[in-house]
């Protein structure tokens, strides 16, 4: 007896793609909305301006500074008040300089007090140490109460020249200060055309009292 036959499977139709017309739109969720960030954050932090421009002004004002003291010391240097190797010597081994009579300097004698004649008494002892009158001025200061009687001269070049004059005199002080010196006339230049180095004496109150 014939078995019975189970009817044929049909075939399964293959599953389609779908185009990307038809495929579906992205679902947006919560991490779409998150706002646009113009700078790092956390440990990316940008630098802050005004960090920058402190840095900037800081730095400027250092370079001013160093800038204005160099000219402040070449000046000094060029003009004989700042000696670097007579500063660099201990205080304790600095050496006085010897004075020296050195009559090839002009004088100038201004009374620094109210009493009249003792810019002619000093001028005698000027002109007694070797100085010809000629070389030898006298004048009034502007003031009339100067304490001490100072020999004053314009380089350190002149200091031993200043000692000496200050021995002549009787004593007094010397100070390197260019302050009272007066260019001289054409008459006392040297015979090359340079003006001749001066010192100038003031008198003092103390004049005459020791």
Do not use: C
Not at 61 to 78: H, K, N, S
Not at 103 to 115: D, F, I
């Amino acid at each position: 007896m014939p078995s019975p036959t189970s009817p044929p499977e049909q075939e399964q139709p293959a599953p389609t793609e779908l185009s990307a017309s038809t495929a579906r739109p992205a679902i947006k969720d919560r991490f779409d909305d998150l706002p646009a960030r113009t700078s790092r954050v956390g440990a990316h932090r940008a630098e802050a301006p005004r960090l920058r421009v402190g840095v900037i002004v800081l730095w400027s004002a250092v370079a001013t500074v160093a800038i204005v003291a160099a000219g402040v010391f070449g000046t000094l240097f060029a003009t004989g008040r700042l000696d670097l190797a007579q500063a660099s010597k201990p205080s304790g081994t600095s050496q006085v300089v010897a004075p020296k009579v050195d009559t090839s300097y002009e004088v100038l004698v201004l009374n620094a007090t109210s009493e009249s004649g003792l810019a002619a008494q000093v001028r005698d002892k000027v002109v007694a140490a070797g100085w010809a009158k000629a070389d030898v001025e006298t004048s009034n200061a502007s003031e009339t109460d100067f304490p001490t009687t100072t020999v004053y001269y314009g380089a350190r070049a002149d200091e031993a020249a200043a000692r000496g004059l200050a021995d002549a005199i009787g004593g007094a002080e010397v100070s390197l200060d260019d302050s009272y010196q007066v260019v001289a006339p054409p008459e006392t230049t040297a015979a090359g055309g340079a003006s001749r180095p001066q010192l100038v004496v003031i008198v003092g109150l103390d004049f005459g009292t020791e």
